[in-house]
T-cell receptor
Framework: GENVEQHPSTLSVQEGDSAVIKCTYSDSASNYFPWYKQELGKGPQLIIDIRSNVGEKKDQRIAVTLNKTAKHFSLHITETQPEDSAVYFCAARSLSGYNKLIFGAGTRLAVHP | KAGVTQTPRYLIKTRGQQVTLSCSPISGHRSVSWYQQTPGQGLQFLFEYFSETQRNKGNFPGRFSGRQFSNSRSEMNVSTLELGDSALYLC????????????FGSGTQLSVL
């Protein structure tokens, strides 16, 4: 069935460093890939998304890249700040199931001052 | 514009009881999805409703059910609660059936004793 694998499960960086989170999806028909940030006690918040007809998208310090051939997509955070500390989830939209979103297991990012 | 509202925020039940959780989507949004979040399993898809019709259902037992009303508000019900049902239940809404730009509520934290 549909599956999204996310790595790493935990990531620790120093403030100012870059952070990269990678995801792999199984459904080759997937065409939409959002990223969510979840802070403690809150629901996931959409931070950036990309469609399959685009290879890269950037929004200030956050960027997402997509490799459709390899079925990989990645989140890049530059110049990390302590407030970037949270759990990040990738997801892929499955066309085979009425646009159902399949989520990765999450990455806990810790940014140390 | 108000976000997705979930009530109650916290709930404590005992095994064998049933529970009903409520979700009010963002005004104008017609699609409502429910997810179960646990530390070990991440975000697991429960079901999705669009215009009062269930479009998708995840791999959960029949004890988990839901419905959507004509005003797009949604409820989910869990009958005969088990200890393993303890989790954060998240509701998310989107404007249309594409499920792009999915907005999450803060969730209902259910504890089953």
């Amino acid at each position: 069935g549909e599956n999204v694998e996310q790595h790493p499960s935990t990531l620790s960086v120093q403030e100012g460093d870059s952070a990269v989170i990678k995801c792999t999806y199984s459904d080759s028909a997937s065409n939409y890939f959002p990223w969510y940030k979840q802070e403690l006690g809150k629901g996931p918040q959409l931070i950036i998304d990309i469609r399959s007809n685009v290879g890269e998208k950037k929004d200030q310090r956050i960027a997402v890249t997509l490799n459709k051939t390899a079925k990989h997509f990645s989140l890049h955070i530059t110049e990390t700040q302590p407030e970037d500390s949270a759990v990040y989830f990738c997801a892929a939209r499955s066309l085979s199931g009425y646009n159902k979103l399949i989520f990765g297991a999450g990455t806990r990012l810790a940014v140390h001052p | 514009k108000a976000g997705v509202t979930q009530t109650p925020r916290y709930l404590i039940k005992t095994r064998g009881q049933q529970v009903t959780l409520s979700c009010s989507p963002i005004s104008g949004h017609r699609s409502v999805s429910w997810y179960q979040q646990t530390p070990g399993q991440g975000l697991q898809f429960l079901f999705e409703y669009f215009s009062e019709t269930q479009r998708n259902k995840g791999n959960f037992p029949g004890r988990f059910s839901g419905r959507q009303f004509s005003n797009s508000r949604s409820e989910m019900n869990v009958s005969t609660l088990e200890l393993g049902d303890s989790a954060l239940y998240l509701c998310a809404s989107s404007a249309d059936s594409s499920n792009e730009k999915l907005f999450f509520g803060s969730g209902t934290q259910l504890s089953v004793l």
